[in-house]
């Protein structure tokens, strides 16, 4: 069994809808959690970064983190085009070595 | 610009022939990592270094190997024990030395090179 599960996807919707995109994990050692977006052919590029549980926003991003249920989440508020992409979660126990997701492939339709 | 390099973008290499990738960084970052990506795994850990002159190995470090010579140098051979080296490699690099100050680990990364073997 992997340490961070991901579903991946594809998932499509439509422009101006709300991206809802998720991770488990298995290890409650976890404290560390971040999330990122890859698009095709390129080096993923950070987006939230996280510690333990509790929610963040930044611009139509939120991040989530359920330690308890040991559940993660990014929300996309009014998706575009643009948004397309894959996305990674990423997350720690100390420092340096992160365990990613497998990544979800997010297609926002005009 | 401040930013991490990799090349090249693509490489071909015949089975048996080591290849190096190149990683530079002008972050000044004092770590510096790699990664493997195949389709529907997700991105896995070959080798990291914290500090010049040092590294350890990562998840999947069989058939590869690294040289940690200068700060923002931090190149990648494959060689030909990698059983199966066809894949999308990623190179990063963050602040931290293993402090333990939040958000300091966070890693950056390069725009990748994929290495085809024919």
Same mark, same amino acid.
């Given at each position: 069994?992997?340490?961070?599960?991901?579903?991946?996807?594809? %998932?499509?919707?439509?422009?101006?809808?709300?991206?809802?995109?998720?991770?488990?994990?298995?290890?409650?050692?976890?404290?560390?959690?971040?999330?990122?977006? @890859?698009?095709?052919?390129?080096?993923?590029? %950070?987006?939230?970064?996280?510690?333990?549980?509790?929610?963040?926003?930044?611009?139509?991003?939120?991040?989530?983190?359920?330690?308890?249920?040991?559940?993660?989440?990014?929300?996309?508020?009014?998706?575009?085009?643009?948004?397309?992409?894959?996305? %990674?979660?990423?997350?720690?126990?100390?420092?340096?070595? %992160? @365990?990613?997701?497998?990544?979800?492939?997010?297609?926002?339709?005009? | 610009?401040g930013g991490i390099?990799?090349?090249?973008?693509?490489?071909?290499?015949?089975?048996?022939?080591?290849?190096? #990738?190149?990683?530079e960084q002008n972050l000044n970052h004092d770590a510096m990592?790699?990664?493997?990506?195949?389709?529907?795994?997700?991105?896995?850990?070959?080798?990291?270094?914290?500090?010049v002159?040092?590294?350890?190995?990562?998840?999947?470090?069989?058939?590869?190997?690294?040289?940690?010579?200068k700060k923002e140098?931090?190149? #990648?051979?494959?060689?030909?024990?990698?059983?199966?080296?066809?894949?999308?490699?990623?190179?990063?690099s963050s602040i931290d030395k293993?402090?333990?100050?939040?958000?300091t680990?966070?890693?950056y990364?390069?725009?990748?090179?994929?290495?085809?073997?024919?």
């Open positions: 069994q992997k340490e961070v599960e991901q579903d991946p996807g594809p %998932l499509s919707v439509p422009e101006g809808a709300i991206v809802s995109l998720n991770c488990t994990y298995s290890n409650s050692a976890f404290q560390y959690f971040m999330w990122y977006r @890859q698009y095709s052919r390129k080096g993923p590029e %950070l987006l939230m970064y996280t510690y333990s549980s509790g929610n963040k926003e930044d611009g139509r991003f939120t991040a989530q983190v359920d330690k308890s249920s040991k559940y993660i989440s990014l929300f996309i508020r009014d998706s575009q085009p643009s948004d397309s992409a894959t996305y %990674l979660c990423a997350m720690s126990k100390s420092w340096g070595k %992160l @365990q990613f997701g497998a990544g979800t492939q997010v297609v926002v339709t005009p | 610009d390099t990799q090349s090249p973008k693509y490489l071909f290499r015949k089975e048996g022939q080591n290849v190096t #990738l190149s990683c990592y790699w990664y493997r990506q195949d389709p529907g795994q997700g991105l896995r850990l070959i080798y990291y270094s914290q500090i002159n040092d590294f350890q190995k990562g998840d999947i470090a069989e058939g590869y190997s690294v040289s940690r010579e140098s931090f190149p #990648l051979t494959v060689t030909s024990a990698q059983k199966n080296p066809t894949a999308f490699y990623l190179c990063a293993g402090q333990g100050v939040r958000g680990d966070t890693q990364f390069g725009p990748g090179t994929r290495l085809t073997v024919l």
